[in-house]
């Protein structure tokens, strides 16, 4: 989860901070063979693209893509911001990622180009009418194969609401041990299902799978 100053992660179980790996804004966790990043993206100079990669460049010797990691947050960066020369940066930052082995659960899934999303995850000043893509997971190779869905929340529950001016990204995995089936929407795969919790605008979780 990401607060408006700060950054936590949270999961089930008990992890640990991965040691010596601080970056501005940002907090690394491990729990078994997981590494999960959090990211908020509040740059004090420099681009928003620049504060991710600082981010990212404090953590990246945990990040190794033969592992589970996970690189998540509000990247404050969009594929595509009309009026705004950032996109240069932005596909920058995207191509580091994707150099580590890193690949956007929403993306994958969704089989949508950055820039061109059909959910939004903030809307500016919490106006329906400005919606942007600036919130992000990415995922190692191991877990984009383990991919199920991928949920944006909607403007209604979360922003209209007053909870927030972000929605929530929820991504479901398959589970290693699972040995049931089912139809997902991820390109029609049939694989195990996942269980997994998601957020609730009241902070409570709900049970998937």
């Known amino acids: 989860m990401l607060f408006r100053s700060a950054v936590a992660t949270f999961g089930t ?5 991965a040691p010596d790996a601080t970056g501005r804004w940002s907090v690394a966790a491990r729990l078994g063979p997981l590494t999960v990043v959090g990211i908020w993206s509040c740059p004090s100079d420099g681009s928003y693209a620049t504060e991710v ?3 990212v460049d404090a953590h990246v010797r945990w990040l190794d893509p033969a ?3 996970i690189v998540a947050g509000d990247f404050n960066v969009a594929g595509r911001t009309p009026g705004r020369s950032t996109a240069g940066a932005t596909a ?4 580091y990622l994707a150099d580590l ?3 956007s659960a929403y993306h994958t899934v969704r089989d949508e180009r950055f820039g061109v999303e059909s959910a939004a995850t903030y809307y500016h000043h919490r ?5 942007f893509h600036i919130d992000f997971c990415f995922v190692s190779r191991s877990l984009r194969d383990r991919l199920e869905t991928v949920e944006v929340g909607d403007y209604d529950t979360w922003i209209g609401t007053g909870h927030s001016d972000h929605a929530p990204i929820v ?4 589970d290693r041990g699972d040995d049931r089936d089912r139809e997902t ?8 299902v996942a269980s997994a919790s998601s957020p609730r605008p009241d902070g409570t979780s709900r049970q998937i799978g």
């Open 13 to 17: 179980e008990s992890g640990s901070l």
């Open 53 to 55: 990669r600082r981010a």
């Open 67 to 69: 592992a589970d990691v």
């Open 92 to 95: 920058a930052l995207f191509r």
């Open 101 to 103: 082995g890193l690949s």
């Open 127 to 131: 106006d329906r009418g400005r919606p």
């Open 171 to 174: 991504v479901d995995f398959a």
């Open 185 to 192: 929407r991820a390109g029609g795969v049939t694989r195990p």
